[in-house]
């Protein structure tokens, strides 16, 4: 069993940068992901990292913009998030399992309970 537990979130003006937290508690040797689900919109993968963070993937629609990265010692995965727009407006979630294909598919076996994000221009 994995709990997550998001932080980060807030109110920022279009072009700034932000980096959402993700720490984990239970067991380890997962991969680790990041989703948004804007209103009114379906949940959207963002990106992944495995375990040793030794390979990521992201969606196009934030490949160069967004950045993923893990500490392991911490247990915290890291989203880190530039030149925001106020398209970027969501609820971000964090996910993992023991398998990335299984995040980078949207079904991770574990959620945290989401954090929002505003961008205001």
């Known amino acids: 069993q994995v709990q997550l537990v998001e932080s980060g979130g807030g109110l920022v003006q279009a072009g700034d940068s932000l980096r959402l937290s993700c720490a984990a508690s239970?067991?380890?040797?997962?991969?680790m992901g990041w989703f948004r689900q804007a209103p009114g919109k379906e949940r959207e993968f963002l990106a992944a990292?495995?375990?040793?963070?030794?390979?990521?993937n992201y969606a196009d629609s934030v490949k160069g913009r967004f950045t993923i990265s893990r500490d392991n010692s911490k247990n915290t995965a890291y989203l880190e998030m530039n030149t925001l727009t106020p398209e970027d407006t969501a609820v971000y979630y964090c996910?993992?399992?023991?398998?990335?294909?299984?995040?980078?598919?949207?079904?991770?076996?574990?959620w945290g309970q989401g954090t929002q994000v505003t961008v205001y221009s």
């Open positions: 996910a993992a399992d023991p398998k990335i294909i299984m995040v980078v598919d949207g079904k991770p076996a574990w």
């Open positions: 239970g067991r380890t040797f997962y991969a």
């Open positions: 990292i495995l375990w040793s963070g030794g390979l990521t």
